[in-house]
């Protein structure tokens, strides 16, 4: 790889709850390695996704959605948040830009200009936006807050104007060498895709209450038989209740999120998976300094 005039470096995802960051992450690598689902706070954690082609390196940092902390948890996701922000060559904000402007998207803005990095601002779900002329306003009003380097509308959805959203992201990067191997994606183990598959899937078949409550360990990943890699995850809720609804009516809501895990994980391993899932209560584990450990949401 010719170092000269190839550039390299880290950018942030960040953005409120729902933006669309984890469904462009995915988009980017080409390969599901972060959860999506339209429920609010569905990323907890830092997940890097890296792209390379012949004009550079970027290393995608996606983030948990800005919100206000409630328990333990929550403060470690946004604490992600801040550290993303600080350990990143270029910042982009991205928001969705089919709603109107929050308080939220104010608070996200403000961490922006505290940081004082370069950012590119990206408007996304554009497919949602049937008059495009409904974006000027918003443009306005970000480049008035805020130098921004470019202002990018995309739809992550339809992988809509993306490749021109790469080399606007390249042209801010420093120059300099590829940060890690050519064919590497993510710095996410298998054990860990494969608990946050789980977790999509529970977001994306239950309602209001379970997603908050609910956490996937992999507590078991046995590759011993070449034909078929045996995996055994745990999920936490906090209440018995809740366990209950996991499970739903003779077990059928938890053999449904198996199924639907089970497709996901077979796709990214290409092997054959056997995939089984327990429900176990813990109570309060969102305020466990140990258990937020276990499941990976580090301080
Ligand atoms: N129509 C449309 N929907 C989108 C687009 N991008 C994302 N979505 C949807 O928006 C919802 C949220 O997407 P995520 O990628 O999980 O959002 P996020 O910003 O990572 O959210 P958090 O992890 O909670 O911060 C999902 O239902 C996506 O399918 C887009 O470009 N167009
Ligand atoms: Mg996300």
């Known amino acids: 790889m010719n170092s000269e005039n190839f550039r390299s470096g880290y950018v942030a995802l960040i953005g409120r709850p729902n933006a669309g960051k984890s469904t462009l992450l995915n988009y980017l690598v080409g390969e599901k390695i972060a959860a999506v689902s339209n429920k609010p706070q569905t990323t907890r954690h830092r997940i890097q996704g890296i792209v390379t082609n012949d ?53 996200v803005l403000d961490l922006v200009k505290k940081a004082e990095k370069p950012a590119i601002l990206v408007l996304n779900k554009i497919d949602k936006v049937k008059d495009k002329a409904a974006l000027l306003p918003l443009i306005e009003f970000y480049s008035k807050e805020y130098e921004f380097e470019e202002i990018v509308p995309i739809s992550a959805l339809k992988g809509e104007a993306i490749e021109n959203l790469l080399q606007q992201i390249v042209k801010h990067l420093p120059e300099g060498e590829a940060l890690y191997g ?14 946050e598959m789980v977790r999509e899937k529970i977001l994306q078949t239950t309602g209001e209450e379970i997603p908050y409550v609910t956490a996937v360990v992999t507590e078991k990943y046995d590759e011993s038989d070449p034909n078929v890699t045996k995996i055994y995850c745990a999920i936490y809720v906090e209440r018995s209740s809740q366990k209950a609804i996991i499970i739903g009516k003779q077990a059928a809501k938890l053999k449904q999120i198996g199924t639907n895990a089970r497709r996901d994980i077979e796709n990214l391993l290409g092997k054959k998976v056997y995939l089984q899932l327990f429900v176990k209560v813990v109570e309060d584990w969102r305020n466990l300094e140990q258990k937020l450990d276990e499941i990976g949401i580090k301080e």
């Open 182 to 195: 050519e064919d590497e994606l993510t710095d996410q183990s298998s054990r860990t895709i494969v608990a």
């Open 55 to 107: 004009g550079g390196q970027i290393v995608f940092v996606d983030t948990p959605g800005v919100h206000k902390p409630g328990f333990l948890l929550n403060r470690r996701m946004m604490a992600a948040v801040h550290d993303a922000i600080l350990s990143v060559d270029l910042l982009v904000l991205m928001r969705d830009a089919s709603v109107s402007t929050g308080n939220g998207d104010k608070f």
